[in-house]
């Protein structure tokens, strides 16, 4: 019986320095030659993508252009415009790369909602920044202007922070998995998913962006997976990193890694988020893992090869 794995990708790994849609299909086909023999060894895929840098360059050309005919459009209707572009470049490039390889298989991408609570906490704390980089005398003009909150960011100047809520549930997870049980590659919760609220008359957007691993990991605890692989930058997760001491992860067990958390071994807003959503998606399958490797790493640890690997106690 063939093994499910949804599969993060960052939004990072689409977009390198060049921002052009030529240069962003061709790191996504470099990434879907490497994902392509995922399914040569039978395993079900289920994408899902970030799109930090798309959806901010995005935001970046809304401003641009802003009029009183031509108004900046709300948040969640860029993520799903990132979520169609994106999802149009990988199903076609990933369709190429499977008939290089004489397989016949049908690939699809779905704008995907996913619900949230109204009254999560993250909506009283903004954190996640967002478009440009604004000098404090711009950020005060901006925010008498709109009501928006801007922060300070790194020292680089002065950006717009919306809420980053926790995801409850993907609205459209029994298409995504009827899709999967017909054997189609589905593509789902890009950037995290649009975010909405549910209303008595259906879902509202709301301006916020979903963290895309804790979406990936709501994704795959929905549609059953077997494996949730979420990709970074390196090949396995190190606690006492860059210390003389430094140590590599290979198969370690939730309750180790609450306890690293408590020690505050992983970085808030780069490897922290990954282990908490490896976490959470393993609590929630018993039986299930969390891989946390590199793209490069990918066939390498299918093939038996190392990577961190979070299992249940």
Known sequence: MSKRIVVALGGNAILSDDPTAAAQMEALR????KLVKLIKQDYELVISHGNGPQVGNLFLQQVAGESEANPILPFDALVAMTQGSIGYWLQNVLKEALMKEGIDKQVASLVTQVVVDENDPAFENLTKPIGPFLTEEEADKASEETGDTY???AGRGYRRVVASPMPETIVEFPTIKSLIDNDVVTISAGGGGIPVVETEHGYKGVEAVVDKDFASAKLAEQVEADYLLILTGVDNVYINYNEPNQEKLEEVTVSQLKTWIDEEQFAPGSMLPKIEAAISFVE?????????????NVNNFFEGGSATVVVGD
Not at 30 to 33: G, H, L, V, W
Not at 284 to 296: D, Q, R, Y
């Open 151 to 153: 922060v300070e960011d």
């Open 30 to 33: 470099y990434t879907s030659d």
């Open 284 to 296: 929630s399958h018993p039986g299930a893992k969390t891989v946390i490797t590199s793209l490069e």
